[in-house]
């Protein structure tokens, strides 16, 4: 495997808490209706929402492209294994991104506290 890309995010976990608070569309603006479904009651867990928009922003970092005309909110999900581990899901926009460069696989790390969420992802191909 050669790593093709790398990205990283930070973001502040009381912004998310008041986007929770004052914005209703927040959710549903950047995230799938599967993804929500798959976070359950965690949607209302700002630490855990911070988490899935750092992993997002560090996933269009390492494709090198950002969120643009092409490339949406929804087309980078955050699902999670059945043991709880984050994985990628790709679609629109940002698969052909990742298809263009030749990634195959994206590896995801994410970590948060009460005042901090930060992701890492690593973009690889054959």
Same mark, same amino acid.
């Given at each position: 495997?050669?790593? =093709? ?11 998310? $808490?008041?986007?929770?608070? *004052?914005?209703?569309?927040? +959710? #549903? ?6 993804? +929500?479904?798959? +976070? ?9 929402? $911070? ?10 970092? $390492? ?13 980078? *999900?955050? =699902? ?9 899901? =790709? ?16 590896? +995801?790390?994410? #970590? ?15």
């Amino acid at each position: 495997m050669t790593i =093709l890309g790398h990205g990283i995010d930070v973001v502040d976990v009381p912004r998310i $808490a008041n986007l929770l608070d *004052e914005n209703d569309d927040f +959710l #549903s603006g950047w995230f799938t209706v599967r993804a +929500l479904d798959r +976070l359950g009651q965690r949607t209302s867990q700002a630490p855990v929402i $911070a988490g899935r928009v750092a992993a997002k922003e560090a996933v269009v970092k $390492a494709l090198g492209c950002g969120f643009n005309a092409e490339v949406s909110w929804q087309d980078v *999900e955050i =699902l999670s294994t059945d043991a709880g581990g984050p994985v990628v899901h =790709l679609s629109a926009g940002a698969a052909t991104v990742a298809r263009t460069l030749g990634i195959s696989t994206v590896f +995801l790390s994410i #970590s948060h506290t009460a005042t901090l969420a930060t992701a890492s992802v690593i973009a690889v191909g054959p």
